[in-house]
């Protein structure tokens, strides 16, 4: 029963927090099952991390108490503590980049019902001398046919709190906590911060234009025809004519004579570094050359050493090396171990 109270209603608080903190967990889980699928659904690119809190009961009575308990005494409004704090459930979305914020939230809007925004992204922008955490924070609740849901625990319907976060926007908030004076201290420790925040801004500006560049180099190198036969790989690139091989074009080629096989990044970048160590001035067009002169030889002894050897593999990578092999034995003598190039020698010494 709603009073002007505090310790009354501070102690129903305490009651209800301690009666409902089981099913305000079961909430909690069915929430971040939710948001899960919704950002896999729409592919909204990578989330590093989707967590849930229970906020603790003390915060909770703190916050009241800053926030609302002047206002509601002032209006003479008899009140519940717990319809003041939105944000006892908590979950906290982490993506990669900074602009997948925005599209994240737009989905949750689109799915919840949203009660309030806090864009502590545009707060900060537009104060030159503030400084913290970015992020967007919104309080939503589930829309009221998700409520009724059979399915759903008994406090499905409790509001939520969402923040949306970049990686480098949570490395710093947690750092932020870390800073325990930020507002009354000397100006060129106040600059300190400052430049410190300004790094890690330049950071998530930074990795964003790298995934960036990154994509509109592939796209340049997709738009490239490749060709089976010995004429070669279509146009030279406007921007780069004859370049050393990188892991962009590498892929380029070597995507196209393996459809099926998914090349890892990590690995494409090791193998590439491994050809340029034996080759610092090696071109796409050199490992193209390679692939049509070698490649049909190459599978006939895949063949063969498969069949004598089931319980072992051959892969597009070892498939290249020994194209690479053949294509220049010199310069390339060392890309395959000596077992196997004395066992791929002695195969073309008997065919």
């Known amino acids: 029963m709603a009073s002007l109270n505090f310790q009354q209603e501070k102690r129903s608080f305490n009651t209800y927090y301690e ?26 690119g990578d989330v590093t991390k989707i967590e849930g ?14 926030k609302y308990l002047s206002k509601v005494e002032n209006d003479d409004c008899p009140y519940e503590i717990k319809d003041y704090i939105s944000d006892m459930i908590g979950i906290r979305i982490v ?14 809007k689109n799915h919840f019902r949203t009660i309030e925004v806090t864009d502590k992204i545009a707060a900060l922008e537009n104060t030159e001398d503030s400084f913290g955490y970015k992020g967007l924070h919104m309080d939503m609740a589930p829309n009221p046919q ?58 998530d500006r930074e990795f964003k234009e790298i995934r960036n560049a990154t994509l509109d180099l592939i796209q340049q190198e997709t738009s490239e025809t490749v060709s089976d036969g010995p004429e070669g790989i279509g146009e ?8 050393t091989i990188n892991a962009f074009s590498f892929l380029r080629i070597a995507g196209h004579f393996f459809k099926d096989f998914d090349f890892e990044d990590y690995k494409v970048d090791n193998f590439v570094q491994d050809i340029l160590r034996l080759d610092p001035g090696f071109k796409k067009s050199d490992l193209h050359k390679s692939l049509i002169a070698n490649l049909k030889t190459v599978r006939d002894y895949r063949q063969d050493y498969l069949n004598e050897n089931p319980e072992n593999t051959f892969s597009p990578y070892t498939a290249i090396r020994h194209c ?10 060392r890309i395959l171990s000596r077992i196997p190039r004395e066992r791929f020698q002695h195969w073309q010494n008997k065919a």
């Open 19 to 44: 009666t409902n903190r089981h099913l305000l967990e079961e909430a909690m889980n069915t929430y971040i099952r939710t948001v899960e699928a919704l950002v896999k659904d729409a592919g909204t």
């Open 53 to 66: 809190r229970i906020k603790d009961k003390e915060e909770c009575l703190k916050k009241f108490q800053r």
């Open 95 to 108: 993506c990669l980049y900074d602009d997948q914020v925005v599209q994240i939230s737009e989905l949750l």
């Open 146 to 203: 998700a409520v009724s849901a059979p399915e759903n625990p008994p406090l499905a319907g409790h509001p939520f709190e969402v923040q949306i976060r970049s990686v480098i926007q949570d490395a710093w908030s947690i750092l932020d906590h870390k800073i325990k004076y930020k507002k009354s201290i000397p100006i060129d420790l106040k600059r300190r911060i400052n430049v410190l925040s300004a790094l890690f801004e330049l950071a």
């Open 236 to 243: 030279p690139s406007q921007t780069a004519p004859g370049k």
């Open 324 to 333: 690479l092999y053949l294509y220049d034995r010199e310069t390339f003598g």
